[in-house]
T-cell receptor
Framework: DAGVIQSPRHEVTEMGQEVTLRCKPI?????LFWYRQTMMRGLELLIY????????DSGMPEDRFSAKMPNASFSTLKIQPSEPRDSAVYFC???????????FGSGTRLTVV | GESVGLHLPTLSVQEGDNSIINCAYS??????FIWYKQESGKGPQFIID?????DKRQGQRVTVLLNKTVKHLSLQIAATQPGDSAVYFC???????????FGQGTELSVKP
């Protein structure tokens, strides 16, 4: 298994532009998580899905952030419009139902200038 | 609660020594704890976990200790190697809701 696959690895965009981050979870995993990592705030949970359904989005910072999981093998995190303070590393993780041992992807480093 | 800071706590050890990384958690109702290791440029990787009905659990070269009385968790690494250099995070299951809340992290530096 190739693990959790995130794309792109790096993204540099201008303020105001739309950014879409992508994640392919491990096949057979039912739960998917989006985290954001910064030096100031550490690893923050943004949203998670069980069986493609959003369960808890209380960590999504603003309405500019949205996440979807149209099927069991794909999820997106979108920021529109992006702002410099959104610059961070965004991680996707997946796990089997009721397991808390997450497998993380390699992350997407987002820089908004 | 969540701590905010510009610098991670750092632990520097000599190769071959034992390392102890500490973590304080906030929620006395948490019943599951887990340690992750994050190497530069990579996502966090699972190391070891423990449930609140245990106070110690051992893996290969690693031991996790849980003290529920003072809400403290520690990770012990035996015979630390240069490959152990990384940032180590503890995490707790929040309100049994199936989601992990991560601590600030500690950077471990191993000197050859």
């Amino acid at each position: 298994d190739a693990g959790v696959i995130q794309s792109p690895r790096h993204e540099v965009t201008e303020m105001g532009q739309e950014v879409t981050l992508r994640c392919k979870p491990i096949s057979g995993h039912n739960s998917l998580f989006w985290y954001r990592q910064t030096m100031m705030r550490g690893l923050e949970l943004l949203i998670y899905f069980n069986n493609n359904v959003p369960i808890d989005d209380s960590g999504m910072p603003e309405d500019r952030f949205s996440a979807k999981m149209p099927n069991a093998s794909f999820s997106t995190l979108k920021i529109q419009p992006s702002e410099p303070r959104d610059s961070a590393v965004y991680f996707c993780a997946s796990t089997s139902w009721q397991s808390l041992i997450y497998t993380f992807g390699s992350g997407t480093r987002l820089t908004v200038v | 609660g969540e701590s905010v800071g510009l610098h991670l706590p750092t632990l520097s050890v000599q190769e071959g020594d034992n390392s102890i990384i500490n973590c304080a958690y906030s929620n006395s109702a948490s019943d599951y704890f887990i340690w992750y290791k994050q190497e530069s440029g990579k996502g966090p990787q699972f190391i070891i976990d423990i449930r609140s009905n245990m106070d110690k659990r051992q893996g290969q070269r690693v031991t996790v200790l849980l003290n529920k009385t003072v809400k403290h968790l520690s990770l012990q690494i035996a015979a630390t190697q240069p490959g152990d250099s990384a940032v180590y995070f503890c995490a707790e299951e929040y309100n049994q809701g199936g989601k992990l809340i991560f601590g600030q992290g500690t950077e471990l530096s191993v000197k050859p």
